[in-house]
């Protein structure tokens, strides 16, 4: 099994605890500078502006090259809210754009940008440096205060409110997040979105590696009148999962797949097959890159080949995909469909190692959205389609 260390840690869940106490309140953040975005259509050093070639290794061991155009004409956007990735000393980071911001928009976003144009604010998060220390046992001063937390999402309603003045001008929005980030939608949007004219102009919200609740066996719960997506071609809806191998499942103290209200249940929807049941997963490896903060190490993608050189691999037909209900936990089932006898790799990386031991209550929560990446970016597509059809 191929596995991440424990300071890859970079996609962290949504910290509990928050923040560095305030004697004022911070000033607010000028979402008219473009220096306060990680991504922004026309801006100069805008960070989705990247390369994105994929090497794609066939389960023969051929290979080919698929190469990757953005859509600055897009007819919908796209509105981003990063995971826990900041290695600032901290509790709660600054607005400068390190290493680790820059590569989770190359592994989490930028690939959006073939279906929408892409708006990704920075915002003062909770740190992976308060997290690393939280769980070690040794939390940070000043890390019980709830400040922090609220910083960062004033922040991001900030960025919100910004995009909708300045930018918006009446087009479809595809809301996505991932873990600290997903933590920030499943507040902004009751708040900010639900109730307010501009949830008609909501083609989708992507709720990545967090635990999104629903009412058991339904699909509205904590988003109340924005369901679940049961299909490519619907909208307004909420896609939400959190993945763990299929030979690794969650166990009884994970941190996914289970919300502590009573009668409500995580939420998991399947990319590769909203209407439920198994799907192909259409994965974007990383080479070899970081994924957000520290380096993840690629397999051999093909034995006795030398390794490709672009920033990404797919692996057609490598996973399948199914969301599951088992032992009280729902979320998305991962299979890796490996076949000895054939010269690709029987492997992914993605799962979170400390002193050599898989930590396996945070699942695949590395690669939540590497190995659905594809399918992401085709609903959002059709999504977009469908949006448009109905708007005219």
């Not at 026309?42 to 066939?58: E, F, N, Q």
């Not at 909770?126 to 690393?132: C, F, G, I, Q």
Request: proline share 6%; with cysteine; aromatic share 6%.
């Amino acid at each position: 099994m191929i596995r991440t260390t424990l300071a890859a840690l970079v996609l962290a869940t949504g910290f509990a605890g928050a923040a560095q106490a305030q004697t004022a309140a911070p000033a607010k953040n000028d979402y008219a500078d473009k220096a306060n975005w990680l991504c922004y259509p026309g801006k100069a050093d805008d960070a989705c502006a990247i390369d994105l070639t994929t090497t794609v290794v066939k389960a023969d061991g051929t290979t080919s090259v698929e190469r990757f155009k953005a859509d600055p004409k897009a007819p919908i956007d796209c509105f981003y809210v990063y995971p826990t990735v900041s290695t600032d000393p901290g509790v709660t980071s600054d607005m400068k754009a390190n290493a680790e911001e820059l590569n989770v928009v190359k592994q989490q976003l930028a690939r959006f940008g073939a279906k929408c144009r892409i708006f990704a604010p920075l915002y003062r998060q909770v740190t992976l440096t308060a997290l690393r220390a939280g769980i070690a046992g040794t939390p940070m001063p000043g890390s019980m205060d709830p400040a922090a937390r609220q910083l960062g999402y004033n922040d991001v309603v900030d960025a919100w409110n910004h995009y909708l003045t300045h930018e918006n001008k009446g087009r479809g929005v595809v809301l996505i997040g991932h873990s600290q980030g997903s933590g920030v939608l499943q507040r902004m949007i009751p708040a900010e979105v639900e109730g307010k004219p501009v949830q008609k102009q909501l083609v989708s919200a992507l709720i990545l590696g967090s635990n999104l609740a629903v009412e058991a066996g339904k699909d509205t719960g904590a988003f109340k009148t924005i369901p679940l997506c049961r299909s490519p071609g619907q909208t307004g809806c909420a896609i939400s999962y959190v993945t763990f191998r299929d030979t690794v499942p969650p166990p009884a103290n994970t941190r996914f797949g289970k919300v502590a209200t009573a009668g409500m249940e995580a939420a998991c929807t399947n990319p590769a097959s909203l209407a439920g049941g198994k799907g192909e997963l259409k994965a974007y490896h990383s080479n070899g890159m970081a994924i957000a903060s520290s380096s993840v190490a690629a397999p051999t993608w093909v034995k006795g080949k030398a390794q490709p050189t672009t920033p990404f691999v797919a692996t057609p037909g490598l996973l399948t995909g199914q969301c599951v209900s088992k032992d009280g936990f729902n979320y998305l089932e991962v299979h890796v469909n490996a076949d000895p006898a054939d010269p690709r790799t029987d492997d992914i990386s993605g799962d979170v190692v400390n002193a050599g031991a898989v930590l396996k209550d945070w699942g695949l929560h590395l690669v939540d959205v590497n190995v659905a990446m594809g399918n992401l970016v085709d609903i959002v597509g059709e999504q977009s389609k469908a949006y448009l059809a109905k708007a005219r």
